[in-house]
């Protein structure tokens, strides 16, 4: 299958420091990239589409200044979180879609396990 | 607002025993399907999707979806305590996945 890689893992930071994580297609071409949030025992949330060439769009209630999405080429999106405090601590998940066909499955990166101290 | 429902559970079954996993959807233009499993600390993994009506079996596992009722579930055969985790359902919006809150399986020796 399809193989997207999401990086770092896991990242520890301050309050009010900023983190980017990247989320890159290894083996296919993703004009859309999706970013989700994952609080303990809860569902993945949709909080952005990260579309290659153009803006994202944001869900209802996610900030965009705070959610930083770049999506420079076709394997690769970026979600930096800004000025981070500890409510953003979170579990974050890309997920990215084959673009040259429809119906198909997401396929998900590692997730990267934040921490704001 | 388009909603995924599934029973959070815990759902506990016996080593060996088939379980049922369900999932209800409100959004009736969708034709999409798809179960994930995740693991804690884990991404979801596919396990299977589903796009017709009726059944799909692959391995252990068995999709059925029925579009009139709105309705898909997940059947595991012969449950190992392997088969412990998560599991998500998700449909297609028409360009990312909306998942439900998933359920959680245990199935105990």
């Known amino acids: 299958g399809a193989v997207v890689s999401q990086h770092p893992s896991w990242v520890i930071c301050k309050s009010g420091t900023s983190v980017k994580i990247e989320c890159r297609s290894l083996d296919f071409q993703a004009t859309t990239m999706f970013w989700y949030r994952q609080f303990p025992k809860q569902s993945l949330m949709l909080m952005a589409t990260?579309?290659?060439?153009?803006?994202?769009?944001?869900e209802q209630g996610v900030e965009k200044d705070k959610f930083l999405i770049n999506h420079a080429s076709l394997t690769l999106s970026t979600l930096t979180v800004t000025s981070a405090h500890p409510e953003d601590s979170s579990f974050y998940i890309c997920?990215?879609?084959?673009?040259?066909?429809?119906?198909?499955?997401?396929?998900f990166g590692q997730g990267t396990r934040l921490t704001v101290v | 607002q388009k909603e995924v429902e599934q029973n959070s559970g815990p759902l506990s079954v016996p080593e060996g025993a088939i379980a049922s996993l369900n999932c209800t959807y409100s959004?009736?233009?969708?034709?999409?399907f798809f179960w994930y499993r995740q693991y804690s600390g884990k991404s979801p993994e596919l396990i299977m999707f589903i796009y017709s009506n009726g059944d799909k079996e692959d391995g252990r596992f068995t999709a059925q979806l029925n579009k009139a009722s709105q309705y898909v579930s997940l059947l595991i055969r012969d449950s190992q305590p392997s088969d412990s985790a998560t599991y998500l359902c998700?449909?297609?919006?028409?360009?990312?996945?909306?998942f439900g809150k998933g359920t959680s399986l245990l199935v105990t020796p």
């Open positions: 997920s990215a879609r084959r673009s040259d066909t429809q119906n198909t499955e997401a396929f």
């Open positions: 990260s579309n290659e060439g153009s803006k994202a769009t944001y």
């Open positions: 998700a449909v297609d919006s028409g360009y990312a996945l909306n």
């Open positions: 959004d009736r233009g969708s034709q999409s």
